[in-house]
């Protein structure tokens, strides 16, 4: 059985950082892509970053140089370190293994607010 568990979000004042952790199992972590969606109220789900086997990464342009993704194999678990944080950046965020078909978490909330 596969699991798939976020952890890390709240409210966050602009400006702000927080990390996301998702651990995963019943599944071979090391050969899996994993990713972190997110989606806003009334908007369309979105890549916000993702982490191959081999640790190639993409981000989204608009948390290019703010998002830090990384994985630990030993740990069986993937991070979404967030700095600089924006209102803009509220949303549920979602961690997946294997890509927009595979494995996907609850979601945790991050709500960046005043």
């Known amino acids: 059985q596969v699991q798939v568990v976020e952890s890390g979000g709240g409210l966050v004042q602009p400006g702000g950082s927080l990390r996301l952790s998702c651990a995963a199992s019943?599944?071979?972590?090391?050969?899996?892509?994993m990713g972190w969606y997110r989606q806003a109220p009334d908007k369309q789900r979105e890549l916000v970053a993702r982490?191959?086997?081999?640790?190639?990464?993409i981000y989204a342009d608009s948390v290019k140089g703010r998002f830090t993704i990384s994985r630990d194999n030993a740990k069986n678990t993937v991070y979404l370190q967030m700095n600089s944080l924006k209102p803009e950046d509220t949303a549920v965020y979602y961690c997946?293994?294997?890509?927009?078909?595979?494995?996907w978490g609850q979601g945790t909330q991050v709500t960046v607010s005043s």
């Open positions: 019943g599944i071979i972590f090391s050969m899996y892509t």
């Open positions: 997946v293994a294997g890509g927009g078909a595979g494995y």
């Open positions: 982490v191959t086997p081999d640790d190639s990464t």
